[in-house]
């Protein structure tokens, strides 16, 4: 299947620091959601956005639909402890009726107290 | 909120073991997921169902089936269980604009 360029594949950073991370992709999607994991739990959703160009806000976390619908970014502001965990990206192709996603392999993020 | 329960966090089971995963959601959701997790692969699709008794096969379909007699109820099945399989395995379900996970099955088959 095909699979997402989420990058970077860790950080290590320390609390109160701003982090950022980034999907692109060959092909055009027309919904992208950012999911988070902790360890031994299933991902949560954070963000979800559905047209081009959409800026939406979650607290400290904000993401953005690219432009040209195959790319997306993630902004976490002022870094706390509980932000450690594993951020996925997912996007939805245009068509279709069965909500396929494709999905990122991961960006690992780590924050030194 | 979406609600997505999965029977077991942890489970292990023999060699050559059926193994049933279960998985049921609240929201009356049409489509619903079995993935499986491993380091460094990923999320990858198994099967997916987008209707009662329809299913469709995943990426990686080789080793499970799956049944969907409800539409609040997707199970998944390791015919004859490998060590291969030892996995986390995680349920999804879709309402009309997002997806949402359980909180997963960790199996190891020893």
């Known amino acids: 299947g095909q699979q997402l360029n989420q990058s970077p594949q860790s950080m290590f950073i320390q609390e109160g620091e701003d982090v950022s991370m980034n999907c692109t992709s060959s092909?055009?999607?027309?919904?992208w959601l950012w999911y988070k994991q902790d360890p031994g739990e299933g991902p949560v959703l954070l963000i979800a956005?559905?047209?081009?160009?959409e800026l939406t806000s979650n607290g400290r976390l904000t993401a953005q639909f690219g432009i040209t619908r195959k790319d997306s970014f993630l902004n976490i502001s002022a870094s706390i402890p509980s932000d450690v965990g594993i951020y996925f990206c997912?996007?939805?192709?245009?068509?279709?009726?069965?909500?396929?996603?494709?999905f990122g392999k991961g960006t690992l993020l780590t924050v030194n107290p | 909120d979406v609600k997505v329960t999965q029977s077991s966090r942890y489970l292990v089971k023999r060699t050559g073991e059926k193994v049933f995963l279960e998985c049921v959601q609240d929201?009356?959701?049409?489509?619903m997921f079995w993935y499986r997790q491993d380091p460094g692969l990923g999320l990858r699709l198994i099967y997916f169902?987008?209707?009662?008794?329809?299913?469709e096969k995943g990426d990686i379909p080789e080793g499970y089936s799956v049944s969907r007699e409800k539409k609040e109820r997707f199970s998944l099945i390791l015919e004859s269980a490998s060590t291969n399989q030892t996995s986390m395995y995680l349920c999804?379900?879709?309402?009309?604009?997002?997806?949402?996970f359980g909180d997963g099955t960790r199996l190891s088959i020893l």
């Open positions: 169902s987008y209707d009662v008794k329809m299913k």
């Open positions: 092909s055009i999607f027309n919904t």
């Open positions: 929201m009356d959701h049409e489509n």
């Open positions: 997912a996007g939805l192709e245009s068509g279709g009726s069965n909500y396929k996603l494709t």
């Open positions: 999804a379900s879709t309402g009309t604009r997002a997806q949402h």
């Open positions: 956005l559905y047209k081009a160009g």
